[in-house]
């Protein structure tokens, strides 16, 4: 356990890769994914809502509409921050992608949790959602060999 705790909460930020190297691709992957959902959110939001989310906006009038395309692009925006952490957190503080493997999982938790308490109307299932799970399971194994496949730093 105290290995486990220190593995995701280094001492120091250094580029010394002590896991598996497929992390490091899993970890990319995702990054990847998300880059691509949030500018494609703040480019697209209108689309984006209603195809991966499934929310009616075309039912909404004219201002609600135009509030949740832009609350998309506000959240695509805000999610970018913590994406470029990672990128360079992957570039060059690695002994960090264990920590941000587990931020990202609890984000997703946290979302669905939100959702879960106050849902949004859909029209249907959609392959958002499908996308977002696959992501969150990739996470997840990614997170596991992180924390499992551990040696000790090169001297």
Sequence with gaps: MTTMLATLFPRTLDSDDRGSKIVLWLFGFVLLIKCLQSVVSIFNGHNIAMTADGIPIDSYGPAAAQTVVALFALLGVAKLPFYAVGWISLARYRSAVPLLLAILALEYLARSAVLHYLPIARS????????????????????????????????
């Design 124 to 155: 249907s299932q959609t392959g958002g959602v499908i996308v977002n799970r696959v992501l969150f399971a990739v996470m997840l194994v990614a997170l596991w060999l992180s924390l499992r496949t551990r040696r000790e730093p090169a001297s």
